[in-house]
């Protein structure tokens, strides 16, 4: 795809229609949209847009589709792949100021918001009803950026991805059009089903203006434990035991013991230093938590478990948990020369032992130090790897370990990807992922977007 770059004359007619404070050229303003929280390489927009409502999206996009100009939708900057790098060039539309919960309708446990909400936020607001929206990246992401990379995180085993709980889009097309996808009901079986293909599409085939969530109770008792294991290897086989167990927990964790030492350097936390769990159980009753906690310690117990802390309190449980989100924050501080690259596989969780074992090896065999975790329970792994910024040896072997790992996944039944994106670092994969499928995503691209304007050079390689 050829594309122009912004003129004067582009950029007179862009600035008509939006308020004059809501679009710069500025370069302190292009470098905060050039790059996100990956090690891709930042690449500057030519213009940023803050849209208020999709009248104003729908007129910027239809100008830019007309004069194949690219555009890339911005939340908060907080993906781990390059999805919303804006390599082309072009406008960035920044959804910070499009932030309003518009309605909550808690008879129908449904919520209607703009794209730029932030989901803690959300929750926060929700707190008062009883009910929450359940996906938990962990950073501060954006509503619309969660939907476009059908984002999850520690709750995914109990509660499922955001696709699970979008009943209703608007949605702007590359050439301006407006059209709403979904119902408010519950379910439906009419038509295509739009919803849970623009969920994930990372901006690509429309852009998100409004979506309605479905919210579920929040759990009336809860409980965590931890559980160390002599190995990495012993712990996923407990994950396995405790998943086929039919347990249910809300939220089980894995992590290797480099992180915990890491966790206890920065937060104090006390933990042995061990291949660990986090686990988190929900019931609407305190003697259902007992019982299913008895039976989570006679699981991790059967495999080789040297301790079991269960019946945490909150305070305990919020700053275990705490802790453990910000762990990838705590990596990059502890390596300050270092740039650090996230690997995100899954794989099906029968297939989870040897995928964590094949790290361990590969660890061993290359001497590469990095960081082991995930989220155990839909099979996610996450292997953190500091470089040595500028040391282009060091990083050339990364990325060998990296394609073997991701290889490995693969051929494990898994994906390149189970919750970051494919953006920009996990392109070259895709052809081996889906093979003759990837030339219909293709042709459904160009479908939508037939000038190729939204979101450019991300997805395929």
């Known amino acids: 795809m050829k594309f122009n770059s912004l003129d004067q004359n582009h950029l007179k007619n862009l600035q008509a229609m939006v308020a004059r404070d809501r679009f710069s ?80 309708r808690a008879e129908d446990f449904q919520a209607d918001v703009e794209p730029g909400v932030i989901y803690q936020d959300l929750n926060e607001k929700l707190r008062h009803t009883g009910l929450f929206f359940p996906p938990d990246p962990g950073a501060r992401a954006t509503v619309g950026g969660m939907i476009a990379n059908n984002a999850s995180g520690t709750r995914t085993v109990y509660y499922g991805s955001t696709k699970d709980y979008v009943l209703r889009l608007e949605v702007v097309l590359a050439n301006g059009e407006i059209i709403e996808l979904g119902t408010r009901a519950a379910k439906t079986s009419s038509g295509y089903d739009l919803i849970h293909l623009m969920v994930g599409s990372e901006g690509t085939l429309g852009v998100v203006v409004g979506a309605t969530l479905r919210l579920v109770g929040f759990p009336v008792e809860y409980s965590a434990a931890i559980a160390t294991f002599p190995s990495v290897a012993a712990a996923s086989k407990a994950v396995f035991e405790i998943i086929r167990s039919g347990l249910n927990p ?78 990838g924050e705590m990596i990059i501080r502890t390596h300050p020369d270092c740039g650090t690259l996230v690997v995100d596989v899954a794989v099906p969780n029968t297939a989870y032992p040897e995928m964590i074992a094949l790290i361990g090896e590969e660890m061993n065999a290359t001497g590469i130090m990095g960081y ?46 189970g919750e970051h994106g494919v953006g920009l670092g996990k392109k070259k994969y895709m052809t081996a992922e889906h093979g003759k499928s990837l030339d219909w995503m293709k042709q459904i691209k160009a479908l939508f977007d037939p000038n190729g304007i939204l979101n450019p050079g991300k997805i395929f390689p």
């Open 25 to 104: 050229t500025g370069d302190s303003v292009l470098d905060l949209h050039a790059k996100d929280q990956s090690q891709h390489p930042a690449r500057r927009p030519e213009a940023v847009a803050w849209p208020v409502d999709r009248s104003e999206v729908a007129a910027i996009l239809r100008y830019a589709n007309a004069h194949r100009i690219p555009i890339t939708g911005w939340g908060s900057g907080s993906s781990l792949e390059g999805n919303p790098i804006p390599v082309q060039k072009g406008i960035v539309l920044d959804f910070s100021q499009m932030n309003r919960i518009l309605n909550i």
């Open 250 to 327: 809300a939220a089980l964790e894995l992590l290797g013991p480099e992180c915990i030492e890491l966790m206890n350097r920065e937060e104090q936390l006390g933990l042995n230093v061990s291949p660990t769990l986090f686990v988190e159980f929900h019931s609407s009753t305190a003697g259902h938590l007992v019982e299913i906690l008895d039976m989570g310690r006679e699981i991790c117990n059967e495999q080789g478990c040297t301790e079991f802390r269960s019946g945490l309190g909150k305070a305990e449980r919020d700053h275990i948990f705490k802790a453990r989100h910000a762990l």
């Open 372 to 417: 082991t975790f995930g989220h155990a329970g839909d099979g996610n792994v996450h292997f953190n790897i500091p470089g040595k910024k500028g040391d282009e040896k060091q990083w050339a072997q990364i990325d060998k370990l990296v394609q073997r790992l991701v290889s490995k996944a693969l051929d494990l039944g898994g994906t390149a990807t």
